[in-house]
């Protein structure tokens, strides 16, 4: 096994005009994100200036373009800004990645933002690399920063469904599961659009097939 630290430059448009969304920032804190089929969500811990008032501010983000869902929950003074954006117009582009995956072992870890790219990590079998870097290039005009040696790992998401795959991500991403929790069971059900007990028994079943798939 092989994992590819790639570099994905993103495109400048997606983030202009949002000056004045950076004037009403006081501070703000954290780098989650993660993808949901073609969809991004953010999290971070974020405190507005004096005198902005954070709602009028969520009903911007709200109309912005590709953005499906904006929310805010109180937070040591500040706010937990919630924010999933579609890139439903970028399927195509998707969808030439997750052909990979059917021809054979191709699993992406998770990324940071470093300035203006995307650091993305993907773990892929050795025979996989060239059409990985390949189709990265190709697609998003990427870059390759390293290639390392990986040991295969079994992968329980296989065993769960995509809602309860959906949930115990951003459940792990919020910080559910930290001690203490950063979020509650009823704010991750209002994230999911979810009633509170739909959400548990997604935990509950989830975590019980990632058990049996680790036990086994």
Same mark, same amino acid.
């Given at each position: ?33 993660? %993808? ?75 990324? %940071? ?84 007990? %739909? ?18």
């Amino acid at each position: 096994m092989k994992r590819l630290k790639i570099a994905i430059p993103y495109e400048g448009e997606l983030f202009a005009g949002l000056e004045w969304f950076l004037e009403a920032i006081e501070w703000a804190y954290g780098d989650t994100y993660f %993808t949901i089929d073609t969809d991004v969500v953010k999290l971070v811990e974020i405190k507005f200036k004096d005198g902005v008032n954070p709602e009028e501010i969520l009903e911007r983000l709200r109309v912005l373009p590709h953005v499906k869902d904006v929310r805010a929950f109180p937070r040591n003074g500040g706010y937990l800004l919630y924010i999933r954006a579609s890139f439903e117009a970028q399927r195509e582009q998707a969808g030439r990645l997750f052909e990979l995956q059917k021809k054979g072992l191709v699993i992406f870890e998770g990324g %940071t933002f470093v300035g203006s790219e995307s650091v993305l990590s993907v773990l892929c079998e050795e025979g996989l690399v060239g059409k990985v870097t390949r189709t990265f290039r190709e697609t998003y005009g990427a870059r390759v920063i390293s290639v390392e040696e990986a040991e295969a790992e079994k992968n329980p998401l296989s065993k769960l469904t995509k809602r309860q795959a959906e949930v115990l991500l951003l459940a792990y991403k919020s910080g559910y599961f930290d001690e203490p929790r950063k979020v509650t069971l009823r704010e991750l059900a209002e994230m999911m659009n979810l009633s509170p007990s %739909t959400v548990r028994e997604h935990l509950r079943k989830g975590l019980k097939a990632m058990l049996g798939e680790l036990l086994e």
